[in-house]
């Protein structure tokens, strides 16, 4: 009998309740995704949207932010091999570079890829630095991480896969590569088993770097702003002393595991270019 | 009434009790090892912040999955 009215009730009550957390945090993901306008204090661009045969190719706020930090990178190294042309010995900012540059080739690729590392060192440092400047840029007020965007991720990953395999082709012949892959001197029973594990294997490497870096980014920005968030869904400003603080504990990991992430790409590309080049160990 | 939000929350608390009894785990035998032999705290410690990231990969696996489920 009063079914129906008590039905609309609960019906508009989920309503309200769905349209102000909606309202309440959308905000967040709206913050962390990508999207067409490009906020900038006081001003809301508009970014162009392009469709060239049937693909989506507009400009977004991560595709703008990933031509920052390429204009930043090729800048700062243009500058820097002009230090080097003058004298070898470092002088300012060409300290930084040269600290850098020497733990990635001392630290990453030496160790991982043993002989034959100078082939491969180039693209090490390209994804370090790459990754190191999306990341940090990241990390400044009105600045969006690039690499917090699964294509940008799967991109860098795929690009470590070509590597390694055409570095492991070019080691050891194509076929050599593949039978390179399973262990050797094991028993012919265990075959049926192992070279579809291998063969798995090769593709879900770098499936976990695109998505080991993805998630470390996106989860960082979404944590930062949900306990900012807080203040706003609670409606008091009794909590803005504690938010705060843990937002700015937050932020501090965060650039430490910016750091970090670029460190753990790049070292265990190398680890799998190693793996991929010297099969016997 | 909807299961996947209740879904999203269970698989996010799994994942940190698995990620958080494993680094725990992994710090107590890196502070250990720096214990007994001081000399090596250096290399302890890069190794144990490698592992760390890795392990902390893995639970990232399961929070996307989560975020997921939480925003179908």
């Known amino acids: 009998m009063w079914v129906t009215e008590i039905n609309t009730i609960v019906d508009s009550v989920k309503a309200v309740a769905e349209a102000g957390a909606k309202k309440d945090t959308g905000w967040i993901m709206h913050h962390v995704l990508d999207s067409r306008t490009l ?8 970014l162009p949207q392009i469709h060239l045969f049937g693909m989506d190719l507009s400009i977004t706020k991560h595709l703008v932010f990933m031509w920052v930090s390429l ?47 100078e082939k491969f060192l180039p693209y090490l440092l390209t994804a370090f630095f790459f990754i190191l400047t999306c990341n940090f840029i990241g990390l400044i007020p009105y600045g969006s991480t690039a690499t917090s965007n699964i294509s940008v991720t799967a991109t860098l990953a795929t690009i470590s896969f070509i590597v390694i395999q055409v570095g492991g082709m070019m080691k050891n012949g194509i076929f050599g590569y593949f039978k390179g892959l399973v262990p050797h001197g094991m028993p012919i029973w265990l075959l049926p088993i192992m070279i579809p594990v291998e063969l798995l294997g090769l593709f879900t490497k770098p499936f976990a770097l695109a998505i ?19 203040i706003f869904i609670l409606h008091t400003y009794i909590v803005v002393p504690v938010s705060v603080s843990f937002a700015l504990f937050i932020y501090l990991l965060e650039i430490l595991v910016a750091l970090l992430q670029a460190y753990i790409f790049t070292m265990l590309s190398s680890l799998f270019i190693g793996m991929a080049v010297h099969q016997d160990h | 009434m909807d299961l996947a939000h209740l879904a999203a929350g269970f698989g996010a608390a799994l994942t940190v009790i ?29 190794s144990m912040i490698i592992a760390a990231a890795l392990i902390e990969g893995i639970s990232l696996f399961a929070l996307v999955i989560c975020i997921l489920l939480a925003l179908k």
């Open chain 2, 18 to 46: 698995g990620g958080a009894f494993g680094i725990g785990k992994l710090a107590s035998s890196a502070m250990e090892a720096s214990g007994r032999q001081p000399e090596a705290a250096g290399d302890i410690r890069t």
């Open chain 1, 71 to 117: 204009i930043t990178l090729i800048l700062f190294f243009i500058y820097i091999s002009r230090t080097y042309k003058k004298t070898l010995i470092p002088h300012g900012v060409t300290n930084l570079s040269e600290i850098l540059i020497i733990f990635v080739r001392d630290e990453i690729a030496k160790p991982t890829i043993g002989k034959g590392y």
């Open chain 1, 39 to 46: 906020d900038l204090p006081f001003i809301e661009i508009q």
């Open chain 1, 212 to 230: 080991r870096l993805f998630a470390n980014m996106t989860a960082g920005h979404i944590v930062i702003m949900a306990l900012l968030g807080l």
